[in-house]
């Protein structure tokens, strides 16, 4: 178990007690120090408080942090295609059909399995049961996925993040042709009300979410895309597109079905990174190049990457 103790100065005064925590200190993410207000795991002047208490001048604040629970999750020798890695984070290529945590249904296999055993001091960063995890991509979606190594770094990569601090493009293959060059989809997205396991667009109730895409090529009956999602909520992107009518071929959940076109997965590839290291600050930028499959489908319909982005062939 750790220990931190601090003491509230004139200029912290009147602040939240969360909020005094996570400025003090870069190890703990606010979300973690809220469930250790709640657990009682943070007095006041030897008194446990609540999240929302006004921290005053001379007060002497300890936080408890318990040892990280042991993980259920066994390690595997699972082979990752690391593209960069340091002591304080990790960023790799994920194939697609690998699954990024444990789940039902996915009990091993995993990501996080392969991480493991990468990675012998992971347990206990970020969280016990998503080790390092501070964003996903859905099983059959390929590309870049960072890893956080330390508490610090992985508190920093959450923060921009949710700040929407990081620059991420995605290419796609999409059913039709894309009318313009460019554009944009700004629609809020909610869990559908009938069908569990999907995303919808709702007017009501749904959270913010957009998403600016290019055209790179056309093709008879599909559409090569960058898309650049300036938020990032579940299957954003795939609902995004099934919602102007040009699904991303393959992906059988969001209309991507084809007889003509046929793909294992949805033809969707995480290919740019850019954030700023959580530790040094220094900007990153990380590519991870076109899978075979896509790469494949793409040269089998006639596009090579020299070919502007107005080609069109009937």
């Known amino acids: 178990m750790k220990q931190y103790q601090f003491e509230v100065e004139s200029e912290s005064n009147r ?133 956080a190594k330390t508490e610090s770094a992985h508190k920093a990569l959450a923060g921009q993040f949710k700040n929407r601090e990081i620059r991420k493009e995605y290419l796609a293959i999409v059913k039709g042709h894309v009318k313009e060059n460019e554009g944009s989809i700004h629609a809020a997205i909610g869990r559908h009300r009938i069908h569990r396991k999907k995303m ?47 699904p991303i071929i393959g992906d059988h959940l969001y209309g991507g079905k084809s007889s003509e076109f046929k793909l294992p997965r949805q033809a969707l590839h995480a290919h740019k990174l850019e954030l700023k290291h959580p530790i040094t600050g220094f900007n990153l930028s990380f590519c991870a190049p076109l899978p075979q499959d896509m790469g494949f489908f793409l040269q089998s319909h006639g596009y090579s990457p020299i070919k502007k982005i107005d080609v069109f062939e009937p």
């Open 15 to 147: 602040e939240r007690l969360d909020v005094f925590l996570s400025v003090q200190q870069t190890e703990i993410s606010r979300s973690r120090l809220k469930k250790l207000i709640i657990e009682g795991r943070v007095t006041v002047n030897g008194v446990a408080r609540p999240v929302g208490y006004k921290v005053r001048e001379g007060d002497r604040i300890t936080v408890l942090v318990p040892a990280p629970i042991p993980l259920g999750t066994a390690a595997e020798p699972i082979p990752l295609n690391i593209i960069f890695e340091d002591e304080f984070l990790l960023a790799l290529d994920k194939p697609a059909g690998i699954v990024i945590h444990p789940a039902p249904g996915h009990p091993a296999g995993t990501l996080v399995n392969a991480l493991l055993h990468h990675c012998k001091n992971l347990p206990g960063i970020g969280g016990v049961e998503r080790p390092g995890i501070v964003h996903r991509l859905d099983k059959d979606t390929s590309g870049l996925v960072i890893v």
């Open 200 to 246: 919808d667009i709702r007017d009501s109730g749904g959270r913010e979410a957009y998403t600016e895409y290019q055209v790179i090529y056309r093709c008879k009956g599909w559409s090569y895309l960058k898309l650049l999602p300036k938020t990032g909520r579940t299957h954003q992107i795939r609902v995004h597109l099934a919602s102007i009518h040009h």
